[in-house]
């Protein structure tokens, strides 16, 4: 009898049948269940996502791995598809970071190049670590790894302080420390993530996060650029934040929801994505 294959297997095998793999984020086991039903092969939990609404805080490097391991494993019970989980920058044991991921039935994490005090990868002031510090983060994160199949993706941010061909070399050191993949962030052109891809031997990741230095490209553009996944870290969680919020407001100003009512998701809409059958 044939084993199942394991989460970093089903992560893989979406990537060779959807070049390139779009990847959605998910902040709670609900969106999950959105995502899937809209048929993504992928999730992302980011850690922003975690800090800005499991905990109401900016994305500085303030949660740990627990707080993210509370949300990665509520999505990863609940839905089958392979999830890619941001560590930060590993909380200063990456191996222990990577066996907890794998140990609670994740496909995938990406780690980083800054120092611990984070910033979002599309700010203005990131700190970098040098990319030797980097390097043995990597080996450290590849010794935690549970199996083969099991991802480690390296994220460099040294396009935005360094300019690409820097982030180029240093992708290339953490590739020979063993990265699986490449997380290329807040590059501002087709030509560079261009240049990335054709210089990097491992898949390439581009993020399109919104309101950021990297502009809405197209599947089409990226695949014809070499990039081999395309992150969508918080688009619907922003949506859905600006939405609750207009909500909100017109309740309070109107003392009514009736005006809204038509924005939201019916009970039966509820129902059927929870894959739940009320008793007539």
């Given at each position: ?34 995502a ?11 850690g ?39 560590i ?9 970071a ?45 010794a ?47 030509g ?40 969508y ?48």
């Open positions: 009898m044939s084993s199942a294959p394991t989460p970093g297997a089903r992560f893989r095998a979406a990537l060779a049948a959807e070049r390139p793999l779009q990847i959605v984020g998910a902040i709670n086991a609900y969106a999950a269940l959105l899937r039903r809209a048929g993504f092969r992928a999730l992302y939990l980011s922003a996502g975690v800090a800005n609404h499991s905990y109401g805080i900016p994305d500085t490097g303030e949660t740990t791995l627990e707080d993210v391991l509370v949300d990665a494993r509520r999505i990863a019970r609940r839905v089958d598809l392979p999830l890619l989980v941001d930060d920058t590993g909380w200063d044991d990456p191996t222990a990577v066996r907890a991921m794998g140990a609670a039935g994740m496909a995938a994490v990406h780690l980083e190049d800054q120092v611990p005090a984070k910033l979002c990868g599309h700010l203005p002031g990131k700190q970098l670590v040098p990319a030797a510090e980097m390097v043995d983060r990597v080996r450290a994160a590849v935690g790894k549970p199996n083969r199949d099991f991802v480690v993706m390296a994220r460099t941010d040294a396009a935005a302080n360094e300019g690409v061909p820097a982030a180029i070399t240093r992708a290339q050191a953490y590739v020979a420390a063993g990265a699986d993949m490449i997380f290329a962030e807040a590059l501002p052109t087709l560079d993530y261009r240049h990335f891809a054709a210089a990097v031997p491992v898949p390439v990741l581009a993020n399109l996060t919104e309101f950021g230095r990297t502009p809405y490209f197209t599947v089409e553009q990226l695949r014809d650029a070499g990039i081999a996944l395309v992150l870290p918080l688009s619907a969680s922003r949506a859905a934040a600006a939405a609750s919020l207009a909500v909100y407001g017109a309740i309070r100003r109107d003392g009514t929801q009736s005006g809204v009512v038509d924005r939201m998701q019916t009970r039966t809409d509820l129902y059927e994505t929870l894959g739940y059958k009320p008793k007539p």
